[in-house]
């Protein structure tokens, strides 16, 4: 053999090392993304309830729901996503500073398949105007197979006028 040539056996010899290094180096890595995720990840904000006295309730039955529409999608992780649209017509004389609604998706029995909280006008958000509207838009998870493909019912269920 000449100076500076190696044998098939010096390289074979060689290839645990070289492999272990690399298990290693793999290893250190998704360690540290699995703590910079780890640590990125903001907790979830606790949802504020939002006050629904004997006044909200009087003027909830001026707030309409109109324009509602149904879509749904699958991403490409074939998670799938329903996505409930629609407008929030403030019909009285004060404006909506906030409002938090129950969504209900039921089956053909009329029993309730799928309930869901969501706040369509956060307390920091533009108010409604008294007699405007405001598209929304709301995308919930995992709606039962057993749904009866009807639209949602959505009820008031906190609010803040100013």
Not at 2 to 10: L, V
Not at 77 to 82: A, C, P, V, Y
Request: charged fraction near 20%.
């Amino acid at each position: 053999m000449e100076p500076g040539e190696s044998s098939y056996k010096d390289q074979r010899s060689q290839f645990p090392y070289a492999f272990t290094a690399g298990l290693i180096i793999v290893a250190i890595l998704v360690a540290v993304i699995v703590l910079v995720v780890k640590h990125t990840r903001t907790a979830p904000v606790a949802e504020v309830k939002l006050p629904y006295g004997a006044t909200e309730q009087a003027y909830s039955d001026r707030i309409h729901f109109d324009d509602i529409k149904l879509a749904h999608a699958t991403n490409f992780l074939n998670q799938d996503f329903t996505y409930v649209a629609g407008t929030i017509a403030n019909m009285g004389d004060k404006d909506i500073k906030a409002i938090q609604v129950q969504i209900e998706f039921r089956n053909t029995l009329d029993q309730v398949v799928l309930r869901e909280n969501e706040s369509l006008i956060p307390p920091d958000a533009e108010p409604i105007p008294a007699g405007q509207r405001r598209d929304f838009q709301v995308t919930l998870e995992h709606l039962s197979e057993e749904w009866n493909h009807q639209y949602p019912s959505i009820y008031v269920t906190g609010l803040v006028l100013e």
